[in-house]
């Protein structure tokens, strides 16, 4: 190797193609190249940019350490991905708002935001209600939903947790299974509700409550009568009531054993009541039916004194001599109801060819036991 020049200048030797420099030697920039670059403002640990030609810029808001890419400033700092230099997607933070901002440049639109307050919003800047607010999703058409994706023999799970350990992590649960197709509802932890794959819904636990009175179980999907006037069963009702038997006309008889319970499905009541006579009734005639008060439910009015829709028996036990009532002997009784009431009669039918009704107070006695079951309708 020829050296043509070694001076303070620096080396000229056009043939060299590989030199070793000493570690504690320099070598300028200028001597480098006819045109040197210039290497401006840069300190500790800024990444450095090419600004024009022989230019390189040491980025004072842009600094790496070997662990984290800082980039400080005023303003709004964003990274940006572009395609033929048009600008793609760009993820910046949005100083004013204190927010992390996903942005969607070809379709001018945010997609996404984290905001101050750890809140994800997805397609939209405004959160949601203040009790479920974490996540907020929106859609400018169409449908807005979430997706949860899982293998054939696992299934998708929300869980509602007040803890980080132990049962209270899933306290709340809806689960759907894919290898059954069935979806479960659980409360406190246990299963409570499942809608099977057929489309049947199983109550594993409680009962179905109807909060709303005038609701229930809609029925409306079947097949009706011309003179239907309503396809729903908005009630069932069972428990106890007091009943009164008296001669018509007359206070309520003493009785003892007095019993009576209902039970009331919809429109339909079924009641069962009764007593025992105590002490013979007083003014009893031919002329007088025994009365009953206190049913449970006021009865429909059908315009006529023996309301249809009413079927039931009356049973005595240890009647007194029937020889004072009219007709022919043996009776069988009947119940008659007093429209939009709570109250009827019993009255006697003889065993005539052509029967007749008699009142039956007369059949009454001390000691006489009575029970009515009949099935009436509502108003």
């Known amino acids: 190797m020829a ?4 001076n303070s200048l620096g080396i000229k030797d056009d043939s060299i193609v590989n030199a070793d420099i000493k570690s504690d030697a320099a070598i300028a920039l200028s001597k480098l190249a006819s045109t040197p670059a210039v290497l401006t403002g840069s300190t500790n640990n800024t990444v450095c940019t090419v600004t024009g030609a022989n230019a390189i810029q040491g980025e004072a808001n842009l600094t790496y350490d070997g662990t984290d890419l800082l980039l400080n400033g005023t303003g709004d700092k964003a990274l940006r991905w572009t395609t033929s230099g048009t600008n793609k997607w760009t993820i910046y ?40 607010d974490n996540l907020t999703i929106e859609t400018s058409s169409g449908y807005a939903g979430i997706t949860l994706r899982s293998p054939t023999d696992t299934g998708g799970a929300i869980y509602f947790s007040d803890a980080t350990s132990g049962a209270a992590e899933y306290d709340g649960q809806i689960v759907y299974s894919q ?15 499942t809608v099977e794959a057929a489309g049947d819904v199983k109550v594993n636990d409680g009962n179905l409550v109807i909060g709303t009175a005038g609701h229930g179980i809609d029925f409306s999907a079947n097949s009706h009568a011309g003179g239907m006037t309503s396809e729903l069963l908005d009630g069932y009702e069972e428990g106890t009531f007091t009943m009164h038997f008296n001669v018509e006309s007359e206070s309520n008889m003493s009785m003892s054993g007095r019993f009576g319970v209902y039970t009331k499905v919809g429109r339909l009541v079924t009641i069962h009541g009764g007593g025992e006579v105590s002490g013979d009734p007083s003014n009893q005639s031919n002329s007088k039916a025994i009365d009953f008060t206190g049913l449970p439910f006021t009865s429909m009015d059908s315009g006529v004194m023996n309301s249809p829709g009413i079927t039931g028996t009356v049973g005595f036990t240890d009647l007194d001599s029937t020889s004072g009532m009219s007709g022919t002997a043996p009776y069988t009784y009947h119940v008659q109801f007093y429209n939009n009431g709570t109250n009827g009669r019993i009255v006697a039918q003889d065993s005539a060819t052509t029967p007749v009704f008699a009142n039956a107070s007369l059949a009454l006695k001390s000691t006489t036991k009575i029970s009515v079951t009949l099935t009436y309708m509502t108003a």
């Open 3 to 6: 050296l043509t020049e070694v």
């Open 93 to 132: 933070h949005n100083n004013s708002a204190g927010a992390l901002v996903t942005f969607d440049n070809a379709n001018n639109a945010e997609r996404m935001r984290l905001d101050s307050s750890g809140r994800l919003l997805i397609g939209t800047t405004t959160e949601g209600h203040a009790d479920a």
């Open 179 to 193: 290898n059954s197709r069935n979806m479960t509802f659980a409360t406190a932890g246990s299963s409570r509700m």
